[in-house]
């Protein structure tokens, strides 16, 4: 038995979640039994937590054990040859044994996409929020500068997720702007459940001109979820990366094509 480390990215649209749940197509159902497919016994994948149902991951981390006589680079592609399409392994690596995808991870960073046309796009409403309004960057930029730093994030947090604590610290939140796109991406020690969403819902709230920008501190004060936005819609939220103390995917057998080749068709 080794332990294997591996980097999922999926098409949250076609899942009810990265978690298993009875009667619905999750992400972990499908990559169990992909792998129970490819080694004829079952196999438990733990993720590095959990995405809720729309929500996209570029670069979610999970582990599982596995006896087989493939090395990382077959198994890499005999997997994703079982995987359905939505979801596809983009790296693989034997770890130490005692590595767990969720116990270890130390920060996450995601991203949060909107779609800023005057009319509703007729493509990729999966893959964004959309909104036809007119937002002041300056203004949202100004507003989420207090969200970094250590705070209470309960005014942030949907209630249904159990936590010891929503104190979390929030290390860096940069924005990409472009013609007719903006997107947020946020880095911090650990999230709430909704917290990027309604942080998203509150800083549209701001370039609508519907809350004032330096209303943010107070609402962390309050400690009230009522007192922020609306929790944006999941179709924009994308899980980029999780973090760990020790290197991960260096080395490893990627589905990235070596240099100089290319496909013949």
């Given at each position: 038995?080794?332990n ?7 098409d ?37 937590g ?23 680079e ?13 979801v596809?392994v ?8 005692d ?6 991870a130390?920060?996450k ?11 509703r ?25 207090d ?13 249904g ?7 979390r610290?929030?290390a860096s ?11 947020f ?10 917290m ?9 709230e ?8 330096d ?9 009230d ?15 980029v ?6 290197p991960?995917f260096?080395?490893h057998?990627?589905t990235?094509r ?8």
């Amino acid at each position: 038995m080794r332990n294997v480390r591996a980097l999922f990215s999926y098409d949250g649209s076609r899942f009810f979640g990265w978690q298993r749940q009875d009667g619905f197509p999750t992400v972990q159902e499908a990559v169990e039994s992909a792998l129970h497919s490819l080694l004829g016994e079952p196999h438990t994948v733990y993720g590095s937590g959990r995405t809720d149902t729309g929500v996209h991951a570029l670069g979610q981390v999970a582990n599982f054990h596995v006896e087989t006589q493939l090395d990382d680079e077959r198994l890499l592609f005999a997997l994703n040859a079982h995987l359905d399409e939505g979801v596809v392994v983009r790296a693989l690596e034997t770890c130490p044994d005692d590595f767990h995808a969720q116990k270890h991870a130390i920060g996450k960073r995601y991203a949060y996409v909107l779609l800023t046309t005057r009319f509703r796009p007729p493509f990729a409403q999966d893959f964004a929020h959309w909104t036809p309004d007119s937002l002041d960057l300056g203004a949202m930029r100004r507003a989420a500068l207090d969200l970094s730093g250590e705070h209470d994030f309960s005014a942030f947090a949907t209630s249904g997720s159990p936590r010891k604590s929503n104190v979390r610290r929030i290390a860096s939140l940069h924005w990409i702007a472009r013609r007719d796109r903006l997107a947020f991406v946020i880095q911090g020690n650990g999230f709430l459940y909704n917290m990027v969403r309604t942080i998203a819902g509150t800083l549209l709230e701001v370039g609508r001109g519907k809350r004032a920008r330096d209303s943010i501190a107070d609402l962390i004060a309050s400690r009230d979820r009522t007192q922020a936005g609306p929790t944006a819609a999941a179709s924009g939220l994308y899980l980029v990366s999780v973090l760990y103390a020790e290197p991960s995917f260096r080395g490893h057998a990627t589905t990235r094509r070596p240099p100089g080749v290319f496909p013949l068709s």
